[in-house]
C-alpha cells in the first residue's frame, strides 16, 4: 500500500465534458458564490443532486437571483412544469371536443334510428306477424347502425390516415406511427349507446300487440 497525500481545494473542477470549454464541479450555493467574483462564463448550468419541487426551485431561483443579480436566470423546471400545464390544457380541451362529438353523433344516429322505428311501426308488426322475434327486428335495426357507423369510421380512418402522411412529410420531416385505439374506444362507445337506445326503443314498440302495430298510422 502507497500513501500519497495531496491538497483538494471546494469546488475543483472534476473532470471535463465532451466540449473542451465546459467543465463540471460538485460545489454549494457558497461555492457558486465565488464564480460571481469574475463571471467570464457564457453559461452556467446548476444541476441538483436530488430531485426538484416547486420549494427548492424557488428557493434556488431566488438564490442564484441573490447571487448573480442582473444576470438572465432560467429554470428548466419551470420551463417543463409550464409545458406540462399546457399539454393537460390541451389535452382536456381534445378529450372535451372528443366527448361533445360523440354525444352529437349518438344523437344524430338515435334520432335517426327513432324514425326509423316511429315510421316502421306497421313493417315491424307485418314481421312479428310472420314469425320474427323481437331479437331479429332489433338485429335489423342494429345491421343499419353498423352500416352507418363503419361507413362513417372508415371515411374518417382514411382521410385521417391521409392527413398524417401528408404532416409527417412537410411539417415533421419523418413518419411517426398511426394511433387507432382512440378511434376504435369512439367505435366501441358509438356502437354500445347506440344499441341501448336501440334495444329500448324496439322493447317500447314490441310491447304493443301485433295488430296494434299494423294498424299503426
Known amino acids: ?3 500519497e497525500d495531496r491538497e483538494v481545494t471546494v469546488g475543483a473542477i472534476l473532470g471535463k465534458k ?3 470549454s465546459t467543465f463540471g464541479v460538485y460545489t454549494t450555493l457558497e461555492g457558486i458564490e465565488f464564480f460571481n467574483e469574475d463571471f467570464n462564463y457564457k453559461k452556467l448550468d446548476v444541476v441538483l443532486k436530488e430531485d426538484c419541487t416547486f420549494e ?3 428557493y434556488m431561483q431566488n438564490a442564484l437571483y441573490a447571487i448573480f ?3 438572465d436566470i432560467a429554470s428548466a423546471f419551470a420551463f417543463n ?3 406540462r400545464d399546457e399539454l393537460r390544457t390541451i389535452a382536456l380541451s381534445v378529450v372535451s371536443f372528443i366527448l361533445v362529438f360523440i354525444c352529437v353523433c349518438i344523437s344524430l344516429i338515435n334520432n335517426f334510428i327513432s324514425a326509423q322505428i316511429r315510421e316502421g311501426k306497421r313493417t315491424i308488426g307485418t314481421l312479428r306477424a310472420v ?3 323481437k331479437q331479429d327486428v332489433t338485429s335489423l335495426y342494429a345491421l343499419q347502425i353498423t352500416r352507418m357507423l363503419l361507413l362513417g369510421f372508415g371515411t ?3 382521410l385521417y390516415f391521409i392527413s398524417h402522411r401528408a404532416i409527417c412529410l412537410l411539417l415533421v420531416g419523418e413518419y411517426m406511427p398511426i394511433v387507432v385505439w382512440p378511434a376504435l374506444i369512439v367505435f366501441a362507445v358509438l356502437s354500445l349507446a347506440c344499441y341501448i337506445n336501440l334495444a329500448i326503443r324496439i322493447r ?3 310491447k304493443y300487440s301485433i295488430v296494434e302495430n299494423i294498424r299503426e298510422l
Open 18 to 20: 465532451s466540449t473542451s
Open 69 to 71: 443579480p442582473g444576470k
Open 204 to 206: 317500447t314498440v314490441t
Open 1 to 3: 500500500v502507497v500513501r
Open 156 to 158: 374518417g380512418f382514411i
Open 131 to 133: 314469425g320474427a322475434s
Open 81 to 83: 412544469e409550464s409545458e
Open 56 to 58: 427548492v426551485d424557488e
